[in-house]
């Protein structure tokens, strides 16, 4: 069985989705795009059929539990224990409220196998989360997604 390294590094994280708010279209200026830990909506680019593809990095180093790798960077959110992605429709005006709507992208779909298989392919771990709810719990289809 090979080991992973204790180290942090970084592996390769592509979303998709086509930009639909997740509910009933609010009717005010949204900006929709990747959310960081401070706050700030990253967009996305445009891909085939209107896709919006969200390209970025997160770390992953060892947690304790060898078949559970640990998350971190700029993007990631949420306990250690339950790391996370956030895409999210932020208001434009100043308010109270910042958030029309977000959803989560669990992390825990992603094991040890996945990060080894996008280190050694140089592709990206892809999801397409078109279609995703707020507060969805259900688990994240990942796969290798096409290099560039």
């Known amino acids: 069985m090979a080991t992973v390294s204790p180290e942090r590094r970084g592996i390769a994280i592509r979303l998709l989705h086509d930009g639909a ?3 009933a279209p609010l009717d005010e200026p949204l900006r929709f795009g990747l959310q960081d830990r401070k706050g700030e909506v990253h967009p996305g680019e445009r891909a085939a059929a209107g896709v919006l593809r969200f390209d ?5 180093s060892e947690s304790g539990d060898p078949k559970s790798p640990a998350f971190s960077g700029a993007f990631v959110h949420g306990p250690p224990s339950g790391r996370f992605l956030y ?4 208001r434009e ?6 958030w ?8 825990s779909g992603i094991d040890w196998a996945d990060i ?3 280190e050694t392919s140089g592709r990206p771990l892809e999801a397409n989360v078109a279609g995703r709810r707020p ?4 688990a994240i289809d990942w796969r290798l997604g096409e290099q560039g």
Do not use: C
């Not at 895409?87 to 932020?90: E, F, I």
């Not at 709507?101 to 669990?106: L, T």
């Open 116 to 118: 080894r298989a996008a």
């Open 87 to 90: 895409l999210s429709w932020k």
């Open 135 to 138: 507060h969805a719990s259900e």
């Open 56 to 60: 970025f990095s997160i770390d992953v």
């Open 93 to 98: 005006r100043a308010s109270e409220a910042p």
């Open 21 to 23: 708010q997740p509910g």
């Open 100 to 107: 029309g709507w977000r959803i989560k992208i669990p992390l």
